[in-house]
């Protein structure tokens, strides 16, 4: 992986990472915003802390460890990735209460747009800010964007240390059997 300097990640803040997106998705993943090392890479869940593309293999959505840069490789599984809010950030608490109530607003034209069959966003409390929704819980949810439904997952980021490797393949397991029935 490409080291980066203190100042190469600075100058990737407010960058922006494309989605990974196609239309009737079985699951469209997304994050909170991109992060430096993600904005700088242009792939998203790129900091090698981050636990999304090993919680994504053990939970059995991919048959191999997939690296930041393939992620292109996740429409042929039926995967794609998006973000709440669309400018990098050092942290997700730089980000304003307005900016996730319009990525809430712009994530749920997304949906409804791209169909995809579930949208799983990583992380509870970006949901609850987006979706004006304080009692939202980990798990599905009543909520839908046209047919798309909505499931919260626990962020994978290595700085949530509530939640295991293994616990969080159990959760996104449990989605992955939901988004695969008919």
């Not at 593309?53 to 959505?61: A, D, I, K, Q």
């Not at 942290?91 to 995809?116: F, I, M, Q, S, V």
Request: hydrophobic share 40%; net charge positive; proline share 5%.
């Amino acid at each position: 992986m490409t080291r980066f300097t203190q100042a190469q990640l600075e100058a990737a803040r407010d960058r922006l990472v494309p989605d990974v997106i196609a239309d009737g998705l079985h699951v469209l993943f997304c994050g909170i915003n991109p992060g430096l090392m993600s904005a700088a890479t242009g792939h998203h869940f790129a900091r090698p802390g981050n636990r999304f593309w090993p919680v994504l293999h053990r939970s059995g959505f991919t048959s191999r460890l997939l690296k930041p840069a393939e992620e292109r490789d996740l429409l042929a599984c039926g995967l794609g990735i998006t973000n709440v809010v669309a400018r990098a950030t050092a942290r997700a608490d730089e980000l304003k209460p307005e900016e996730y109530r319009e990525g809430g607003r712009l994530l749920a034209a997304k949906a409804e747009r791209y169909a995809p069959r579930w949208l799983a966003v990583v992380g509870v409390t970006a949901y609850r800010s987006a979706f004006a929704d304080r009692t939202a819980q980990i798990g599905p949810q009543e909520r839908t964007f046209g047919d798309t439904r909505v499931w919260v997952l626990p962020n994978p980021s290595g700085l949530n240390a509530h939640w295991t490797l293994e616990t969080m393949a159990e959760e996104f397991a449990r989605l992955r059997e939901a988004a695969t029935e008919a």
